[in-house]
């Protein structure tokens, strides 16, 4: 039996009902979705299970299928420009697209094993790595692809460079390597964790983000030097990371879960995304224009970062969590230290996805405990409702 999930961060204080604003895109699709990218606002593409291929040229409102010439598994979108991109994936399957993903063309690899992904670093360089640590090169567009490592234990799932010089490759087990000399030496760095790392992004030439099982949530301010741990407030495994300036940031994982953090990763909390299943690549075109891809062909789409829209929304400073996550008899409601002159009077209520209240409990301490061992599966709304009569609300999932 699962344990249950519980996923909340609250920021926002709504005084009325909200709708969430991840919206489902009818792709028509059912296959699972491992990489959307898009290379402006209106054009994208989404690549995944059996050589599935779509594209959209109107902002995600219609995906048309594309022939890629392959049934093999594709797992990594990267485009260097507006016209031209790659897709990697199993079997050491590279492809190719000059004309913004309406016809492609496969590329020798010369390697057998799986490519789980794709980084170009200007319109002639670019590198894929996969399974058992390989790492492969072009400087040429992409006409020869040669092997700069070669394949060893430990799987590479991702690859960030952050100058012509300067990348990063993580993978199982917590690794990460970054090289300095375009790819010609990889030298290990301690990641403080033995977890898997799947994605990794960067918004500056110093500070780094890594994610994977469990949760996990790596950072760097120094180039890679010293990694810390962050906390996510989930055991998810997270699959996917995207920030849009340096404060502003994305995950997405297992069960739906999609996060977001706006202080540069101190602090994450969930977005509601209306779906339960794994969420497994996430991308935007700008600052408040994103999509995620994911399991059963799952297209998800925001225009104004994910946030809700209400009426009457104001910014609320302090910051309420609710962990562990998961959990399956107790949560802790945690209050921000700001909170410490109005610790009376406050009040959680939760309610069930039919509106019914399940519960209500003052809330007057910074950490209360909280029995939600009765809970059934389904989807649930926690409302705060602080002193001053305002009142903050989110969607929760219980899984049993």
């Known amino acids: ?17 909200a709708n969430a604003q991840w919206v489902l895109q009818n792709s028509t699709y059912t296959n699972v979705l491992y990489s959307i990218k898009f290379s402006n606002a209106n ?67 010369s390697v057998p094993q799986d490519l789980y992904s794709v980084f170009c670093v200007n319109a002639n360089t670019a590198y894929a790595a996969g399974f058992n640590g390989i790492i492969l090169k072009t400087t040429n567009a992409g006409t020869n692809w040669t092997t700069i490592v070669s394949a060893g234990t430990i799987s590479l799932y ?24 375009a ?42 030097t010293n ?10 495994t997270l699959s996917s990371v995207c920030f849009t300036d340096l404060n502003t940031g994305y995950i997405a994982g297992d069960l ?57 929304i104001t910014t609320n400073k302090n910051q309420v969590s609710i962990y562990p996550n998961p959990s399956y008899n107790k949560i802790t409601i945690q209050l921000s230290q700001n909170d410490l002159e109005s610790l009376s009077d406050n ?9 019914q209240m399940i519960m209500q409990q003052e809330i007057n301490q910074i950490e209360t405990n909280i029995d939600i061992s009765t809970f059934s599966q389904g989807i649930y709304t926690a409302k705060l409702i602080l002193k001053d ?3 903050i609300n989110n969607k929760f999932l219980v899984i049993k």
Do not use: E, H, P
């Not at 290990?188 to 780094?208: E, I, R, V």
């Open 183 to 224: 790819g010609t030496n990889w030298i290990t760095q301690t990641s403080n964790t033995s977890n898997a790392l799947y994605a990794s992004y960067f918004t500056d030439a110093n500070t780094g983000y890594a994610v994977g099982v469990y949760g996990t949530i790596v950072k760097t301010t120094n180039a890679g």
């Open 256 to 312: 739906g879960l999609i996060l977001k953090t706006t202080n540069t990763g101190t602090s994450w909390y969930s977005q509601y995304s209306g779906v339960i299943t794994i969420l497994r690549s996430v991308s935007f075109a700008d600052l408040n224009t994103g999509y995620i891809a994911g399991n059963n062909g799952i297209i998800l789409k925001t225009i104004n970062g994910g946030v809700y829209i209400n009426d009457n």
């Open 43 to 109: 054009n994208g593409l989404a690549a995944g299970y059996a050589g599935t291929i779509v594209k959209t040229t109107n902002g995600g409102t219609n995906w048309v299928a594309q022939s890629s010439g392959t049934t093999n598994i594709l797992y990594s979108i990267f485009y260097s420009d507006a016209n031209n991109a790659y897709i990697v994936g199993a079997g050491g399957k590279i492809l190719k697209t000059t004309n913004a993903g309406t016809n492609w063309t496969t590329q020798t690899s």
């Open 227 to 236: 990694w810390v741990g962050l906390i996510s407030g989930t055991s998810n």
């Open 158 to 181: 991702s690859l960030y460079f952050t100058d012509v010089n300067t990348g990063y490759a993580i993978g199982s087990s917590g690794l990460i390597k970054k090289t300095t000399n």
């Open 1 to 17: 039996m699962k344990k249950v999930v519980i996923l909340i961060v609250l920021s926002i204080i709504l005084i009325s009902s």
């Open 389 to 391: 009569g305002s009142s």
């Open 347 to 355: 009040k959680l209520v939760i309610y069930n996805d039919q509106g």
